[in-house]
């Protein structure tokens, strides 16, 4: 299985490893993607952790990043630079998605 997680605030970084970590402790895949405030914590040490793990994918909105002052320069090379499109990806190849 699949699991997207929606990350649209930077208040969850604890649900977001404990969520991803038990996923992936079942032998599930974990997609990420953030967006809005969800952006600020693509700079946070824990965030790099999950980017370079096996079985999970990063992305975020650039877009939104970029309207909030985030730097999208200096990221492990695993978190990817994107867009809604990355999002939809995200939606599509998801088998269920959460939003934090």
């Known amino acids: ?10 208040k969850n970084m604890d649900a977001v490893q404990g969520i991803t970590k038990a996923a992936l402790a079942k032998g599930h895949e974990v997609i990420l993607f953030n ?5 600020k ?3 946070t ?3 790099a952790e999950l980017s370079r793990t096996k079985g999970v994918t990063v992305s975020f909105c650039d877009h ?3 309207h ?9 090379k695993e978190i990817v630079s994107g867009s809604q499109y990355n999002n939809a990806v995200m939606q599509h190849d998801a088998d269920k998605v959460i939003v934090l």
């Not at 299985?1 to 930077?10: A, E």
């Not at 967006?35 to 952006?39: E, I, L, P, S």
């Not at 909030?68 to 492990?76: C, N, Q, S, W």
């Open 1 to 10: 299985m699949k699991l997207g997680i929606f990350v649209n605030t930077d």
């Open 35 to 39: 967006m809005d405030t969800g952006t």
């Open 41 to 43: 914590l693509i700079h």
């Open 45 to 47: 040490p824990a965030f």
């Open 64 to 66: 939104s990043a970029k």
């Open 68 to 76: 909030l002052g985030v730097a999208g320069e200096g990221l492990p």
